[in-house]
């Protein structure tokens, strides 16, 4: 650097337009490595707590939703003859990143029969749907009056087969989820998130 | 300086300036950003760029360090009594690179302290605290207290018995402050006692009230530095230099330097692990999480932090001088110390002054040091103390259990020995703590290796937390239990060991090493060890039913074949069915006949009730499922019960009244062997829980 210097310069700040004379090209190239090498050592120790940081910042991205299984619901014989669905709790073994839960409520299904008049009443297909919303998550309710699913969220109707009844925001019908009688009477549903908002029934990772 | 910066800065006039040109001249125009940035690099350096000049630089990156790396901390901290230890251990073990970030984070917070003590002995030996930098160098002291405020609020967020031990002991300190430290106590600690709140309050104070007051008084610190120019040290000789390039490249190399350090403390433990031969788990790298907090379990190895530790040993100074010598210790003269400080810009207006600060400073600093290598002396001196030198006094002391009178009579009455003998004594002393602190830094270790191999069971860890999980751990609490409720009358020592005996003659029941196993059921079966202290020996049974059995009948070839006898033995073993317990084919085959032997009513069946023999309670223990935990928790809760010894029972007490529901299962699942054990290494558990 081959700038005039004073002895008490320490007060001296050089205004935002003073330019600093060129050096001859030695000192030049010597001042680029410099400041090529300041940046990459000033570079490298900044970027290693950022690095650190978003290595464990985006750990969540490495988590996967539990594989999907069948889960035993209810008795077979607790959902009502007439093909009104009713709701039953999911219980299920829960990992919350280090807290296990031991059988806890993780949703919720409706379950209905379809009806079937005469003797053979109440023994119908049985039907399982997933109680969230697939237009942005709410939790369906059953609108005893008009006698069909309704989402308090946005108004989205569905009837009880699952079918949408437009108009509604929702943009598909209601996510039906596989489900099965067993021997022992239990009604076994193979419990799925799906995403939201989009047309088709795509399941969470 | 350049002539590439003098071509950047004439672009914009000389010629037409290209897209990107045009963009920053956009921004120029409505920032100003390039007279910003141009006033922020072109510092004149006067005398040039030194090393000297690069503390104040470092303290920045190593608080930017902090603040990133705390802020991803954050973003998994959980603040509360049943999730802070929980969080932490996830950070440390289960998220990728958690052991990475809290690692730099907890050394890095170290390297400041460091770093702060030699800024201000740059500061203090260049004179940079006086006129016109007074401000800056009181704001300079401020922004120490904050980042040690926060270094001990830091401290106790892991919520591990560590930290908790530690950070109790500051805020009993801070109760000492006159008239407020109660209150002020109270505030910290969110109540009178430990708990959510005190966590929710020293994380609301580590990364929000002091973070926050540090950066605006570090604004001002840094414009005021900028304002008053940097202080040269004097005498100039050389030409000046440039902020840009020239000390920013010190500065960056010095950074660089911190930040290796920092990370080759982080994985020198994996370097040694790797030229050993072990293989690495990177959750145990970076910084360590000890057993959950336990208020209930007083933790002998708690010490602050290293850069603490002086403040510590500084107290044991005025011990004895009661609550008094701690407020001297703790409050009074810290805080003159400071005041001294504070005053130095005033003091160093003078020459004299100036030098009386150096010499302060520099005292300070070792007497710090010295205060440091004091406590770790005392802590670790057994370490590389000679043992076999103080063989002679420790015998001695021993002998007349340090009584003075003794000594004296044992030394003859000699003066100059006895004078010799009590330095000796001291030595002795000293030995002894260090070695129980060393314990109990060992035992810490155990615990906390413990701790995280539960909180990693697939199970995970209950909603309740993981003190309770660790609470009723049969492998970590069972040895303590054992020792408070079983061992004034119990031994519980291998037999093959050498001090077996010495501790089986002490006790006055039997040793309950390997209670149901083969071993254990043959010794009770062998007429030589019977009546031993590991059985009978020491209780009102000694000359009992059993023995005489043992002794006489047992023995009696004619209708005890050996054979007859091990069948016994793995009928018993079976009954007791031990977690770990495997029969070979043969020993299996033994199982049935021995249980017929047993119920038999003219061999064990004649006293002992077995199965559906008959033979009704009140001459021998029930002997159905003996071992089993059933059995055993019967056993403890009501040895006086018809099943089990009934009148005949000898000063066991009905631990059934008196303990806590669940601690005798503890026991018993400790006796015998049932606790959980890992399946696979750390790293495979890791590799499992990420599919």
């Known amino acids: ?205 | 300086m350049s002539t590439i910066h003098q071509q950047k800065n004439s672009d914009s006039v000389q010629c037409k300036p290209g897209l990107l040109g045009q963009l920053a001249n956009f921004f120029d125009d409505r920032t100003g950003y390039r007279a910003l940035v141009h006033e922020t690099l072109y510092e004149r350096v006067p005398g040039g760029a030194r090393w000297r000049y690069v503390w104040g630089s470092t303290l920045v990156f190593a608080f930017m360090t902090q603040l990133i790396t705390g802020l991803v901390l954050w973003s998994s901290y959980s603040a509360g009594a049943q999730s802070a230890w929980e969080s932490v251990y996830f950070i440390q073990h289960e998220m990728a690179g958690g052991w990475l970030l809290r690692g730099i984070h907890h050394v890095m917070a170290q390297a400041m302290v460091v770093l702060l003590a030699l800024h201000l002995m740059q500061v203090v030996i260049d004179g940079a605290y006086r006129a016109p930098r007074e401000v800056n160098f009181w704001l300079g002291l401020v922004l120490m207290m904050l980042v040690l405020g926060m270094a001990l609020t830091g401290y106790l967020l892991p919520w591990d018995q560590k930290g908790y031990w530690s950070t109790r002991v500051a805020t009993n300190l801070a109760g000492l402050v006159p008239v407020l430290g109660p209150s002020i106590q109270q505030v910290v600690v969110g109540g009178s006692d430990y708990g959510h709140h005190t966590l929710t309050r020293f994380f609301a104070l580590h990364a929000g009230f002091l973070p926050a007051t540090l950066v605006l008084m570090l604004v001002v610190h840094l414009s005021l530095f900028r304002k008053h120019g940097l202080c040269a040290r004097q005498p100039i000789v050389r030409a000046d230099g440039m902020f840009w390039p020239d000390q920013v490249l010190k500065d960056a190399v010095a950074c660089l330097a911190v930040m290796a350090v920092v990370l080759g403390v982080i994985l020198m433990p994996a370097l040694v692990a790797m030229l050993e031969g072990r293989p690495i788990v990177l959750g145990e790298l970076g910084a360590e999480l000890a057993a959950p907090a336990d208020p209930s379990l007083p933790y002998a190895a708690a010490r602050p932090e290293w850069y603490f530790l002086f403040l510590f040993q500084f107290l044991k100074v005025f011990e004895g001088w009661g609550a008094s010598g701690e407020f001297l210790g703790a409050i009074v003269v810290p805080g003159l110390v400071m005041g001294a400080m504070f005053l130095m810009p005033i003091i160093g207006r003078w020459n004299l002054g100036h030098r009386f600060n150096i010499v302060f400073t520099l005292s300070l600093m070792a007497g710090i040091g010295l205060l440091t290598a004091l406590a770790l002396n005392e802590d670790y001196c057994s370490l590389w103390m000679d043992k076999a030198s103080l063989a002679e006094a420790d015998a001695l002391y021993r002998q007349t259990e340090g009584d003075s009178k003794k000594v004296a009579e044992a030394l003859g009455g000699d003066q100059a020995k006895i004078a010799a003998m009590q330095k000796k004594f001291a030595t002795l002393a000293a030995f002894r703590h260090s070695q129980s602190f060393l314990a109990a830094v060992a035992e810490a270790e155990v615990a906390g290796v413990r701790a995280i191999e539960l909180a990693s069971r697939p199970e995970r860890i209950p909603p309740s937390g993981a003190l309770e999980l660790f609470r009723s751990d049969a492998k970590s609490q069972g040895p303590r239990l054992f020792a408070q409720k079983c061992a004034s009358c119990h031994s519980h020592v291998d037999p093959a060991l050498p001090q077996a005996t010495e501790q089986m003659a002490k006790s006055s029941a039997a040793n309950l090493f390997g209670f149901g196993s083969a071993a254990w059921v043959r010794g009770l079966l062998d007429p030589l060890q019977v009546d031993g202290p590991g059985y009978f020996g020491n209780t009102a049974h000694k000359d009992g039913d059993m023995v005489n059995f043992v002794k006489n009948d047992l023995a009696d070839r004619d209708t005890w074949k050996l054979n007859d006898i091990e069948a016994v033995i793995a009928a018993m073993n079976a009954e007791a069915g031990l977690p770990d317990q495997s029969f070979t084919e043969g020993t299996a085959a033994l199982i049935e006949p021995g249980r017929s032997l047993i119920a038999d009513t003219q061999r064990c069946g004649s006293c002992h009730t077995f199965r559906d023999n008959g033979t009704e309670f009140g001459s021998a223990p029930d002997i159905t499922g003996w071992g089993s935990r059933e059995w055993l928790i019967g056993l403890i809760t009501d040895p006086t019960h018809e099943r089990f010894y009934g009148d005949t029972n000898d000063r066991m007490p009905r631990f059934g009244q008196t303990e806590k529901e669940g601690q005798i299962e503890i026991i018993v699942d400790w006796l015998r062997g049932e606790w959980y054990r890992p399946r696979a290494t750390k790293q495979a558990v890791a590799v499992q829980s990420s599919p």
């Open chain 1, 1 to 205: 650097m081959s700038e005039p210097t004073g002895k008490n310069s320490s007060q001296a700040k050089p205004s935002p337009g003073d330019r600093v004379s060129a050096g001859d090209a030695v000192g030049g190239r010597r001042a680029f490595g410099a400041e090529v090498l300041a940046l990459v050592c000033g570079g490298l120790a900044t970027l290693t707590p950022v690095a650190a940081g978003l290595w464990m910042f985006l750990d969540p991205l490495r988590k996967r939703s539990a594989a999907a299984e069948f889960l035993p619901v209810a008795q077979a014989s607790s959902i009502p003859a007439d093909g009104v669905p009713r709701q039953f709790p999911v219980v299920a073994d829960r990992l919350d990143a280090w807290t296990g839960f031991a059988s806890e409520p993780i949703g919720a299904v409706y379950l209905c029969r379809q009806k079937v008049s005469g003797p053979e009443q109440g023994s119908g297909e049985v039907q399982a749907f997933s109680a969230t919303c697939p237009h942005a998550g709410c939790f369906v309710e059953i609108d005893p009056v008009e006698k069909c699913f309704r989402c308090p969220c946005h108004n989205s109707k569905f009837t009880f087969d699952g079918s949408m009844v437009a108009p509604s925001p929702s943009p598909r019908a209601m996510d039906a989820l596989e489900c099965r009688i067993e021997k022992n009477g239990d009604v076994v549903v193979k419990w799925e998130n799906f995403y939201t908002g989009i047309a088709g029934k795509v399941p969470r990772l």
